[in-house]
């Protein structure tokens, strides 16, 4: 019954090795989102996907790029992984227009990526 | 600036009630949620809050005060089970619900 459904759960990378990491979703949402968590930190928002359209947080380094080919699935690249990249991503998504805000039609996060760099 | 603070951690015991408090200073405000996330696992919805005053479901409750941008989550009965962190966040874009997280606090139940 999963709805946002984030693999791998937890991945392994070399330094400097490409790594993607995948979210994909059931809710038909319209807006894919991904976060980036340290230990004991706040989720820090990268970028999103409004529909087609790729939007970029200002402090996102260029070593994150971002794909969504169709609605249900979006991917996080990470073109040189570097040690402090080393963290939970969180893959989000939420319905804008809707007026319904509450779980699951509102803000819903998938399982997590926990990425190891090595 | 975009600001969001929460205490760091509180410690409680079972059966307790417990108050999390939540302050925020945002550039647009529509609607302010609660998670639960235990360590290692993705956050989890608790309660969402865009009207003031208080939203009651089961042994958690929210209340907000826009006007003071104050929230709080309220967890009654306390479980051992609800020794995790909780993170406040705010919707601050009309255009798209792009959250600004707390970096939460964490809870610990204790016997």
């Known amino acids: 019954d999963a709805m946002v459904i984030q693999n791998p759960r937890y991945q392994v990378t070399q330094f400097g090795k490409p790594v993607t990491l995948s979210c994909s979703q059931t809710l038909n949402h319209n807006v894919m989102y991904w976060y980036q968590q340290k230990s004991s930190q706040a989720p820090k928002l990268l970028f999103h996907?409004?529909?087609?359209?790729?939007?970029n947080e200002a402090d996102t380094p260029d070593n994150f790029q971002s794909r969504r080919p169709n609605t249900s699935f979006c991917f996080l690249d990470i073109r040189s992984p570097g040690l402090g990249d080393a963290a939970m991503y969180l893959c989000?998504?939420?319905?804008?227009?809707?007026?319904?805000?509450?779980?699951?039609?509102?803000?819903?996060f998938g399982s997590g990526t926990r990425l190891t760099v090595v | 600036g975009q600001n969001i603070d929460q205490p760091t951690e509180m410690t409680a015991t079972e059966g307790a009630i417990v108050q999390i408090n939540c302050t925020y200073q945002?550039?647009?405000?529509?609607?302010l949620f609660w998670y639960q996330q235990h360590a290692g696992e993705a956050p989890t919805f608790l309660s969402y809050n865009v009207l003031d005053g208080l939203e009651e479901k089961g042994r958690f409750s929210s209340f907000l005060s826009r006007s003071k941008g104050y929230s709080y989550l309220l967890l009654k009965e306390l479980q051992m089970k609800d020794s995790a962190s909780y993170l406040c966040a705010v919707d601050s874009s009309y255009n798209t619900d792009k959250l600004i997280f707390g970096t939460g606090t964490r809870l610990q139940v204790f016997p």
């Open positions: 996907y409004y529909d087609k359209d790729f939007n």
């Open positions: 989000a998504t939420s319905r804008v227009g809707g007026t319904d805000r509450t779980f699951p039609y509102g803000y819903t």
């Open positions: 945002t550039s647009g405000f529509n609607g």
